[in-house]
């Protein structure tokens, strides 16, 4: 089960402001950060990312879960 997030987004990406919003609207905790930012960049290395938008989330026992790099990815983990 799905506890929270971390969303990594660039100021840059054409479609991180969809995932953004979207997210909005998601009942569950979360963090968004700026891959762009030295220190979110290195958080994105930490979980292997690569490309944004993407977003990582977490268990209850704040373990990884799954990542979604889309809103269509996102809703299917959030089934």
């Known amino acids: 089960m799905i506890k929270s997030y971390k969303m990594f987004t660039t100021p840059t990406c054409h479609a991180c402001p969809m995932v953004k919003e979207f ?17 979110g960049a290195k958080e994105a290395q930490k979980y292997g990312i690569t490309a944004v938008p993407t977003v990582v989330f ?15 990815e996102i809703k299917r983990a959030l089934e």
Request: glycine residues 6%; negative net charge; hydrophobic residues 40%.
């Open 58 to 72: 977490f268990d209850e026992k704040e373990e990884l879960f799954v990542i979604a790099r889309s809103i269509n």
């Open 23 to 39: 997210m909005e609207g998601v009942e569950i905790e979360g963090e968004h950060i700026n891959a762009a930012s030295p220190e």
